[in-house]
């Protein structure tokens, strides 16, 4: 039997025009789209279709900009006859994610998001720390550069993309060693990222602990289908468990190599990439070949889903 996974992306997947073709075509993307604004009290939907650019890239912005997109993307996939049989989102997407699984209502994980992007983008002043992502390093090599590179300072694994593409965060100029480190061992390419903040690493705890009361006050309700957190890369179901793994995942790794493994555990034959661009899809194929899937996030897209429940 095919079993569907939806994966929805996180911050890096935006560009200024996302949403516009779904919200032009299909009317319960239009309505998601209003949705968005009125419950922000901004036209939110308006820097999704037509920028400015600088506007959308600003984190507090970019957060709710891709939450709306992608689910946009869903409701236009859930009326159209698809549906998930399990759940996974890229750090931010994890928001989506549980949308999707019903465990939060999409207003209340528009503002949400757009706190959690506020607090992480205040955590931890401009120039302070950065990210950087390093291609193909040999494997088991990760612990010892980064410990080498930390010379008191914090360096750590922020994303665990794929077995290709490892991302770390941290004091800039810790980041900056490793990625020396990184070279000297082997990786095939460093690249420091065009990030305004370090995400996911212990400079982020100050952001965490903002996002706690919002979280606490937040409602959140047991998962219709089972969602495979970044946290921890292990199936959920309560809302407890939901709501733990948001706050957890702040200055934790997303362990996305991981999750993807144990989606096709469980069962997980194909997926679907929900939102703007195709960044998951690329790297599922990396992780898990076997698993095979499309991307939606524009309206000439829907004809490659149908292939996915065949």
């Known amino acids: ?50 920028g400015p650019d600088e506007e959308l890239k600003k984190t507090e912005n970019t957060q709710p900009a891709l939450l709306a997109v992608s689910i946009a993307a869903w409701r236009v996939l859930s009326e159209a006859g698809y549906h998930a049989d399990m759940v996974a989102g890229h750090s931010l997407g994890e928001y989506s994610a549980l949308v999707a699984a019903g465990a939060l209502d999409f207003e209340d994980a528009l503002r949400l998001v757009r706190k959690r992007g506020q607090y992480m983008q205040e955590a931890v002043p401009l120039g302070v720390g950065t990210m950087a992502a390093l291609l193909k390093l040999p494997e088991d090599r990760l612990d010892e550069i980064l410990a080498g590179a930390a010379q008191g300072e914090i360096v750590t694994a922020a994303n665990l ?41 212990p400079l982020m705890r100050p952001a965490q602990q903002r996002l706690k009361q919002d979280l606490d006050a937040a409602n959140f309700r047991d998962l219709s289908v089972p969602l495979v957190n970044n946290w921890q890369a292990r199936e959920i179901h309560s809302a407890a468990d939901a709501r733990e793994g948001l706050y957890q995942q702040v200055p934790n790794p997303v362990r996305w190599t991981a999750s993807i493994r144990r989606l096709a555990s469980l069962g997980a034959t194909r997926f679907i990439e929900t939102g703007p661009g195709g960044v998951l899809t690329g790297l599922c194929r990396q992780i898990e070949p076997t698993l095979k899937g499309v991307k939606f996030g524009e309206p000439a897209d829907l004809e490659k889903v149908k292939d996915v429940q065949s």
């Open 161 to 201: 993309n794929s077995p290709d593409q490892i991302v770390i965060a941290g004091h800039t100029a810790a980041v900056e060693r490793a990625m020396q480190l990184a070279k000297m061992a082997g990786a095939r390419k460093t690249v420091l990222l065009p990030v305004s903040a370090p995400f996911h690493c």
């Open 1 to 50: 039997m095919t079993q569907i996974a939806f994966l929805f992306p996180g911050q890096g997947s935006q560009s200024t025009g996302m949403g516009k073709l779904l919200a032009e075509q299909f009317p319960i993307a239009r309505e998601t789209f209003e949705q968005a604004d009125d419950a922000l009290g901004m036209p939110l939907s308006g820097l999704c279709f037509v």
